[in-house]
């Protein structure tokens, strides 16, 4: 639901994949990790894709967010320190937050949290498996789960 006059943050950045979807339709994205590593691999690959909306930041989300603009939506690719960051977070944003996690522990940890602040709307579980060749046959080999979690921003506008 990211429309052309939307900014974005996504925390936890990695390899930019999401910044980089998400500049193709939002007027600004923040991107932020804390490995300068991750920040290199992600600048180049949006210069290599012609992005220019998105401004990078090496650091930790905590600290990113005690200054952060208020966006429309972000997207959580990272769980350290989830249960200091949500609270921040829900304050931050106007329409909507998208957390990715594969513990299950995590799992718990973000939707308890956003259910404890009002923003939970749901959660997804999506498996994905690939084929592999079995004798004739085929079979499916699952590869490991990714469960989405989603709130609701808070910010006023």
Known sequence: GITANDTVL??????GKVSIAAAGRAKKVYAIDRRPEAI???????AG?????????????ADF???APVVDCAFVGGSQQIETIL????????????????LLSTLTVVTATMQSLG??????????SRSHALGKSVMFKPIDPVYIIVG???ACS
């Open 10 to 15: 996504d925390l936890g950045c990695g390899t």
């Open 40 to 46: 290199a691999y992600a600048t180049k690959a949006a």
């Open 49 to 61: 894709a012609g992005v220019k909306n998105i401004e990078f930041f090496c650091g930790e989300a």
């Open 65 to 67: 967010l005690v200054s």
């Open 87 to 102: 609270p921040v977070l829900a304050t931050k944003v106007r329409r909507v937050i998208v957390v990715n996690v594969v």
């Open 119 to 128: 923003i939970f709307r749901e959660a997804l579980h999506v498996q994905v």
């Open 152 to 154: 609701a921003g808070a």
